[in-house]
């Protein structure tokens, strides 16, 4: 009868030394897990006091963005617009820098017809040639038919069409010529 309890003592003593090697091994352990534990505490807490702060500042930046984008927006169109009256002066300007050129042309060339209407020579009249109407025997058609070529290349000179005016290189030229 001894034996059994020899080994039941024997088994008892090698639980409790065996429970005694775990405990030895798990208490480094254990306050390893606690110190984790505690930075984890720690962690969390900061995450709780920073996080709502930091995700409200970034909603802000996102609005404060939008709000730029906006305005940015705003501010290409607005240079567009101003692009495009400026394009418009400048069409404007051309225009009128045409108009004024056509102008000026137009008054030398008018000077220069007056300049060559007041200095040509006039034909002198002859009176004494003329005959009072009622005094003239009737024409036949054959002087009738010279009479009206005459007269008509008579007006076709005064009336002629200055060649001149349309050749624009050369209008200033001649006009320098004859002074």
Known sequence: MIEPLFWL???LLLV???LTAVLVAAIPALQELARAARSAEKLFDTLSRELPP???AIRVTGLEITDLTDDVSEGVKSASQVAKQVDQSLDSARKQAQNLQVGTRSIFIGAKAAWK???RQKPARRMSERTPINEKPPL???EREVLRQENHRIKAELYRVN?????AT???NNFDDED
Not at 163 to 167: G, V
């Open 140 to 142: 036949t058609l054959r």
């Open 163 to 167: 060649d001149d005016y349309n050749d």
């Open 16 to 18: 409790a030394t065996s």
């Open 117 to 119: 209407n007041f200095t």
């Open 9 to 11: 003592g024997l088994s």
């Open 170 to 172: 050369s209008w200033e």
């Open 54 to 56: 930091t995700l409200e």
